[in-house]
Structures are given as C-alpha cells and as structure tokens.
C-alpha cells in the first residue's frame, strides 16, 4: 500500500508516524529506521487485534477508507476469503493481508469496516 509520512514521533520507545494515502489517514508503529516527513512508502500491514463480527467488524459501503478518531483507527475495506478457522484475508484497495475473524455472518466478497487500535506498518523497500 502506497502511504505519505505526514508526521514522525515517538510512543514508549517505538516510532509512530502520522500517515496519508488515496482514502485516507491514520496513526501506525513504523517498523523501520525513522523516516522522514513527507517521504513515500510502499508498506505491508499488520493488525494486531482479534475481530469479532458485530463488535468491531460489520458490513461497510463499498468503498476504501481510512480514518482515526481518539486513537481508534476504522478501516473500510474488502473481505476476500475467510476459512472455517477464522482466519481472514481482506484487501485495502490492493494491498492483501490476514486478520482473524470470528463469528462472520457474510458470505465474502463484501465490504467490511474495522475498528481496531494497532496497526504497525513495515516498509517493503519497493
């Protein structure tokens, strides 16, 4: 996924950086050396969090977004695939990555929206 540093700090010890992209901003651990305000990145994604359907994950519009709000970022993106285990695969407008989902009451593909506290993003070096 394509992001602009918009904001570069420090919490506990590790860089946060305040990011862009086409549909969005939000708040992310960078997992890198320290980049600067204004570069652009190619990253991956990891969302820590566990989701559980009608707790943080419902059906969205059909369309990619991203936003933060008190420190909860909300994400609205594709739900591929997800298999008996609960594990998921959801694409954030061509960037696919793995999350885990129980209790999903859809049948993919269909827009989601997530709601989730960390995220940490992992320069790919492209």
């Known amino acids: 996924m394509k992001i602009k540093i918009d904001e570069v700090g420090s919490v506990s010890g590790n860089i946060s950086v305040a990011f862009s992209t086409d549909f969005g901003s939000a708040v992310a651990t960078w997992s890198?050396?320290?980049p600067k305000v204004g570069e652009?990145?190619?990253v991956e994604l990891e969302i820590d969090e566990e989701f559980v359907w009608g707790?943080?994950?419902d059906v969205s519009g059909d369309h990619y977004s991203l936003s933060i709000k008190d420190r909860v970022i909300f994400l609205s993106t594709s739900l591929v695939s997800i298999?008996?285990?609960g594990v998921a695969i959801i694409d954030i407008n061509?960037?696919?990555t793995m999350i885990e989902l129980a209790g999903c009451l859809v049948r993919?593909?269909?827009f989601i929206s997530l709601s989730f506290e960390r995220l940490t993003l992992y320069p790919t070096n492209l």
């Open 108 to 110: 993919p593909p269909i």
């Open 32 to 34: 890198a050396n320290t």
């Open 55 to 57: 707790d943080n994950v």
């Open 94 to 96: 061509g960037t696919k």
């Open 40 to 42: 652009e990145h190619d």
């Open 83 to 85: 298999a008996e285990n």
